[in-house]
């Protein structure tokens, strides 16, 4: 098969996908869309909004699209690590440790309000979602494809929560906000919910195989070397502007790498092109960027310092070089 066969496959992945899912989410078609390049980039997400917005719907609907195995962990300050992902206990009968496993070992997990566990349980999240992998007691344990964990956190309230230390940021390939939605779309929300809710009847569309066969695919989505260039120089300016103290990581450049492949085979192209770097570079690197105390104070945020920086990085597209002159 050819790339733009490979990639018109992976395009209708995402529409199936995103025509179901809207079934449950009204009016969140740029969010579904990101969750889905989340999802084909292979990566895992943070969302930031108030209680009742539709996080947990979101995810739930991904999964019953799917057929994925889903786990919601609830996280609260008395969580344990072993709580998220699993432990070994002594069987008597057979005289041996069993493994039980945790809500982890699934393929997409809720992780909601994950600002409320203690840094300790925070941490049991970064082997898995790097590695896809869970270690206890030595033992190492392989997680199912695809993978997906999708984090939540309350914005406004912070009394009793720990902030995700930057590796663990790092760690979320996008970080993205549902937003209130309209009248209109409230309005819509009331009359499908007015008997029951549209995620009890949501079917199957898709395998998860296919999922699994479409994140294959995109990594083959050409990047000509002036694109690839000019995602190197964003993020290299991340760490030289006066408002950051920390700019975003080589991992913060390779996922908006991937997330652009992700947006051009959704678009129907087989080769990524600026404005898929443009639209993905604040919900990929905001995140990633620590700013420095004294910026803060002047109402300066990662996504500010980002589309800052979009506007003054030029975008040096490749050009034909000359044919040289034979002398006469």
């Known amino acids: 098969m050819t790339n733009q066969s490979l990639v018109s496959m992976v395009q209708e992945v995402g529409k199936t996908l995103k025509e179901n899912v809207s079934q449950v989410m009204v009016g969140k078609s740029d969010v579904i869309e990101l969750v889905l ?6 990566g895992h997400i943070l969302i930031e909004d108030v209680p009742g917005v539709g996080k947990t719907m979101m995810a739930r609907a991904i999964a019953r699209s799917l057929g994925c195995e889903f786990q919601r962990i609830q996280f609260t300050p008395d969580l344990l ?5 699993g432990v070994s206990v002594y069987n008597q009968k057979l005289g041996e440790f069993q493994f039980r496993p945790g809500p982890i070992l ?4 809720l992780a909601d309000e994950v600002n409320r566990a203690t840094p300790r349980t925070q941490s049991a999240l970064l082997e898995c979602m790097e590695e896809r992998q869970v270690t206890v007691d030595g033992v190492t344990h392989k997680l199912p494809r695809p993978f997906l964990v999708m984090a939540t956190q309350n914005p406004i309230e912070y009394e009793g929560t720990f902030p995700l230390p930057e590796a663990q940021l790092d760690r979320f390939l996008l970080r993205l906000r549902m937003g209130y939605p309209t009248p209109e779309e409230e309005n819509e929300i009331l009359i499908r919910l007015q008997e029951r809710h549209p995620i009890e009847t949501i079917e199957q569309v898709l395998p998860a195989e296919r999922l699994v066969e479409a994140q294959a695919v995109i990594r083959r989505v050409y990047v000509e070397d002036s694109v690839r260039q000019y995602i190197v120089n964003i993020v290299q300016k ?10 975003a990581s080589p991992r913060g450049a390779l996922g908006l790498f991937r997330t652009a492949q992700a947006a051009a085979a959704l678009a129907g192209r087989d080769y990524v092109i600026p404005d898929d770097v443009k639209r993905l570079a604040v919900p990929v690197l905001a995140h990633r960027i620590v700013l420095r105390p004294e910026s803060e104070l002047r109402g300066r945020t990662g996504e500010k310092v980002v ?5 003054q990085v030029p975008i040096k597209l490749e050009e034909d070089e000359p044919a040289p002159v034979e002398p006469v």
């Open 37 to 42: 390049i989340a999802l084909l980039a292979d």
């Open 81 to 85: 690590p072993s709580d998220v992902t």
């Open 106 to 109: 699934s393929q997409i997990v």
């Open 238 to 247: 991340t760490r030289s502007h006066p408002d950051v103290s920390l700019g």
């Open 307 to 311: 589309d800052e920086i979009l506007s």
